[in-house]
């Protein structure tokens, strides 16, 4: 996929909102496994902001349920904006329509620092809409510098959905599944040509090689996400080396009582 082609099928988006990465999946792989990554701007490779971009759809995504292909992308919507104070939540929430748990901090340190309300939608193979929604991406900072993204998305009820993709390791915690995910990202220049070893990592289904960059460059990623009250909770950490499973596993215990849920 060309982005040529990308900029075809969203030419009546506006540009800004869509992000600046898309992972493409030939409409006849149902398995919903990435194909090629197109990293466009080398400057977010090293910014705590690539977190979103990055996180499962990596802003523009393609995959296919059963040869019916589905993109997701940013979009522009009516009441995005940023907050610094949990005390807004009750506006954040009358703005996405679900509820939004967000703890004032973590017991490793972790502290909320912002959020921010994004607008998404997720479009058929014409690049109709099919549903638009609001997701809510929340910052939080250790006292030593370390940052962790905790993004919300709803989960959303529409027909052929993709089955989530398998992950690293995982547990249940009372009665919520926990997903961990620790995945390998290599930004390439456009020029750059897979390597066998490439290749095989690939295969693994946690290895990403990401197109468009000015030189190779590698990154380690560490997520971990569960489903509160139908909506999708999702730990991201930019530098997998800042976080290990155990520390995912005790933020999301933390979560899910403070959720009001068993844990």
Request: aromatic share 10%; hydrophobic share 40%.
């Amino acid at each position: 996929m060309k982005r040529e082609l990308l900029s075809k099928a969203f030419g009546d988006i506006d540009e800004a909102f869509v992000q600046e990465a898309y992972r493409p999946v030939p409409a006849d792989d149902a398995s919903g496994s990435p194909g090629r990554i197109v990293h466009m701007n080398r400057k977010r490779i090293i910014t705590f902001a690539l977190a979103a971009a990055l996180m499962l759809s990596l802003g523009i995504a393609a995959y296919a349920v059963a040869g019916i292909p589905r993109w997701t992308a940013t979009r522009s919507m009516e009441n995005t904006g940023e907050y610094t104070d949990l005390a807004d939540l009750e506006k954040v929430e009358a703005i996405t329509g679900y509820e939004v748990c967000l703890p004032e901090a973590f017991s490793d340190g972790f502290a909320f620092s912002k959020l921010s309300v994004d607008g998404e939608a997720v479009y058929d193979e014409g690049y109709h809409e099919l549903k638009d929604y609001y997701t809510v991406h929340a910052a939080y900072t250790s006292a030593h510098g370390a940052e962790m993204l905790l993004t919300l998305t709803p989960v959303l009820d529409l027909p052929d959905q993709p089955e989530p993709r398998e992950a690293s390791s995982g547990c249940v915690i009372g009665e919520t599944e926990v997903r961990i995910y620790r995945d390998h990202y290599k930004f390439v220049p456009e020029d750059y040509e897979k390597t066998p070893e490439d290749l095989a990592a690939e295969e693994s289904g946690h290895y990403y090689i990401s197109f468009g960059a000015d030189e190779i460059q590698e990154r380690d990623i560490a997520s971990a996400d569960l489903v509160l009250n139908n909506v999708i909770y999702t730990f991201f950490f930019n530098d997998a080396s800042e976080c290990s499973d155990e520390l995912l596993i005790r933020m999301a215990t933390e979560l899910i009582t403070a959720a009001g849920l068993p844990a």
